[in-house]
């Protein structure tokens, strides 16, 4: 099911993007829309996803822009 809202309290826009953390490696990596709802991921409308904020000494990583099909 791809008709899924952004984990962001209080917003009820669609989400886009799918966000994954590897702590371990201190990365935060945004992807498309998982086609599967994952419950260790968030996912993100695409406001949130291109706001998003990590920690000093993280990376993002954003294989695919926004916003463009895969």
């Known amino acids: 099911m ?3 809202p952004c984990c962001r309290v ?3 826009r669609p989400a886009v ?3 994954t953390y ?4 201190r ?3 945004i992807g498309p829309l998982s086609v599967v709802a994952d419950p260790h991921a968030y996912d993100l409308c ?3 996803a291109e706001r998003l904020k990590v920690p ?3 990376t993002i990583i954003r294989p695919v822009p926004l916003g463009h099909d895969v």
């Open 46 to 48: 695409q406001l949130h």
């Open 27 to 29: 990365m935060a990596v």
């Open 2 to 4: 791809l008709n899924r």
């Open 10 to 12: 209080t917003c009820s």
């Open 22 to 25: 590897d702590y371990g490696d």
């Open 56 to 58: 000093d000494g993280w």
């Open 17 to 19: 993007a799918t966000l």
